[in-house]
C-alpha cells in the first residue's frame, strides 16, 4: 500500500471503530489522515469502497484472535460453539464488525465483494483443517464425504450473508442451533 493509501485506511479504520459507517465521512477520513479529499478518490471509489477492505481486515484480524485463543484438539462441538461465542463477543464492541449485523446494506455489499473470501479466510482454512483432523480421527460418520460436510457448513455461510432477511431477534442462538444440527449429523 502507499503511504498516503496506508494513512487513508488507518484513518477510516480508526473512524469507523470509533464513530461507525453512518457517523463517519469522506472528509473526516481525509483530514485525520492529513491528506486533501480529492487524493481519496485517487485510491478508493467511495466511503463504502473503503470501508469494505477496513471491514475484511478487522475481519480476518479478529478470526486470527479467536483461532489463536481456541484449543483445536477439544470435542468438536465444543470447539465450534467456542469458535461462534468467540466471534459474537469479538463483535459486540467492535463497530466495524457489528456493521454486518445491524446495516443490511453494508452486509449485502460486504457479501457482494467478497465471493472468493470465504474460501481464502483464515476460518474456512482452519475448518478444512479440523475436518481433515475429525476424518482422520474416525469422529465422521461413515459414508459422509469431505465434500458433503464442507457443503453443510458452506450453507451457514449463505444463512449469514442473508441474515438481514431472517425474522428472528435471537440470530446467534438459530446459528448455535444449525451449528448443534450439523454437528449431530456429521459426528459419529
Known amino acids: 500500500m502507499e503511504e498516503k493509501q496506508e494513512r487513508l485506511f488507518t484513518a477510516a479504520h480508526n473512524l469507523f471503530l470509533n464513530q461507525g459507517f453512518k457517523r463517519t465521512s469522506i472528509a473526516e477520513i481525509a483530514s485525520q489522515a492529513g491528506v486533501a479529499v480529492g487524493t481519496f478518490y485517487n485510491f478508493y471509489q467511495s466511503k463504502s469502497d473503503i470501508f469494505v477492505?477496513?471491514?475484511?481486515?478487522?475481519?480476518?484480524?479478529a478470526k486470527g484472535q479467536?483461532?489463536?485463543?481456541?484449543?483445536?484438539?477439544?470435542?468438536?462441538?465444543?470447539?465450534?460453539?467456542?469458535?461462534?461465542?468467540?466471534?459474537f463477543t469479538h463483535?459486540?464492541?467492535?463497530?466495524?464488525?457489528q456493521?454486518?449485523?445491524?446495516?443490511?446494506?453494508?452486509?449485502?455489499?460486504i457479501a457482494r465483494n467478497n465471493q472468493s473470501a470465504v474460501e481464502e479466510s483464515l476460518v474456512y482454512a482452519t475448518l478444512m483443517h479440523l475436518i481433515d483432523r475429525w476424518q482422520d480421527r474416525g469422529l465422521l460418520k461413515d459414508g459422509l464425504s469431505k465434500?458433503?460436510?464442507?457443503?453443510?457448513?458452506n450453507a451457514?455461510?449463505?444463512?449469514?450473508?442473508?441474515?438481514?432477511?431472517?425474522?428472528?431477534?435471537?440470530?446467534?442462538q438459530l446459528l448455535n442451533d444449525l451449528i448443534s444440527g450439523i454437528l449431530?449429523?456429521?459426528?459419529k
Open 66 to 87: 479467536i483461532l489463536a485463543a481456541v484449543d483445536l484438539d477439544v470435542a468438536p462441538t465444543d470447539l465450534v460453539k467456542t469458535v461462534l461465542h468467540q466471534i
Open 184 to 187: 449431530l449429523f456429521i459426528l
Open 147 to 153: 465434500d458433503r460436510v464442507i457443503s453443510l457448513f
Open 91 to 97: 463483535s459486540a464492541d467492535n463497530q466495524i464488525l
Open 99 to 109: 456493521e454486518w449485523f445491524t446495516n443490511p446494506k453494508l452486509n449485502a455489499l
Open 53 to 61: 477492505q477496513v471491514y475484511n481486515a478487522e475481519n480476518e484480524r
Open 156 to 172: 451457514l455461510t449463505v444463512v449469514d450473508f442473508h441474515q438481514s432477511e431472517i425474522q428472528t431477534d435471537d440470530y446467534y
